[in-house]
Nanobody, 117 residues
Framework: QVKLVESGGGSVQPGGSLRLSCAASTDIFSVSTMSWHRQVPGKQRELVASITPLGGSIDYADSVKGRFTISRDNAENTVYLQMNNLRPEDTAVYFC??????????WGQGTQITVSS
């Protein structure tokens, strides 16, 4: 069973930074597209950033471009999300996702990010 474990969430003041990590329990990580999503109560989950297996293609939501950076370490089966210049509107539960072909579509348990003064 594939499991994703997120860490690094918490509370921060506007303008602050946080780094999320998501560790996968499987070596298919290295051939999987990884992504970060976020969700606030009453709204649909939205894509924040994605990265292909070798990092050749990276995409960001317009709202986070220039502030967030997604990266991955295939040797450690871990994907990261560096979040800088955080804003109150970034407050959400953040989820990582692993997708491989049509076989795997796995979500982490989510980690809360709260940006408030």
């Amino acid at each position: 069973q594939v499991k994703l474990v997120e860490s690094g969430g918490g509370s921060v003041q506007p303008g602050g930074s946080l780094r999320l990590s998501c560790a996968a329990s499987t070596d298919i990580f290295s051939v999987s597209t990884m992504s970060w999503h976020r969700q606030v109560p009453g709204k649909q989950r939205e894509l924040v950033a994605s990265i292909t297996p070798l990092g050749g293609s990276i995409d960001y939501a317009d709202s986070v471009k220039g502030r967030f950076t997604i990266s991955r370490d295939n040797a450690e089966n871990t994907v990261y999300l560096q979040m800088n210049n955080l804003r109150p509107e970034d407050t959400a539960v953040y989820f990582c996702n692993l997708r491989h072909a049509s076989v795997y579509n796995v979500w982490g348990q989510g980690t809360q990010i709260t940006v408030s003064s």
